[in-house]
């Protein structure tokens, strides 16, 4: 079993800056794909980043390209978020999760097998 907790959410002025991060157990993590994902209120869960096992790899939505990065330590099995400028409409729940299978850094939600409880991230204006 895999557990997944994410923690540094919290509130921050717009133009402000979060790092969220992610612990994983278990050995599988550093094999495959890990991402972070969000959900505001009303809206479906949508990817917002994603990163392959190796950590080379790193894909982005477009509304936080350039301004949020991903990385990955699979020594001490983490998944971190930066994100940077942060604007209002970055206001959801923050959630990270790791695929049991894929490896390539996956933008698809149904590939992501193992997922935290959130941490919520609230930007105002």
């Known amino acids: 079993q895999v557990q997944v907790v994410e923690s540094g959410g919290g509130l921050v002025q717009a133009g402000g800056s979060l790092r969220l991060s992610c612990a994983a157990s278990g050995r599988i993590f550093g094999s495959y794909s890990a991402g972070w994902f969000r959900q505001a209120p009303g809206k479906d869960r949508e990817c917002v980043a994603t990163?392959?096992?190796?950590?080379?790899?790193?894909y982005y939505s477009d509304s936080v390209k350039g301004r949020f990065t991903i990385s990955r330590d699979n020594g001490k099995n983490t998944v971190t978020l930066q994100m940077n400028s942060l604007k209002p409409e970055d206001t959801a729940v923050y959630y990270c999760?790791?695929?049991?299978?894929?490896?390539?850094?996956?933008?698809?939600?149904?590939?992501?097998?193992?997922w935290g409880q959130g941490t919520q991230v609230t930007v105002s204006s």
């Open positions: 990163i392959d096992w190796s950590g080379v790899v790193a």
């Open positions: 999760a790791t695929s049991g299978g894929d490896y390539s850094g996956s933008f698809r939600l149904n590939v992501y097998d193992y």
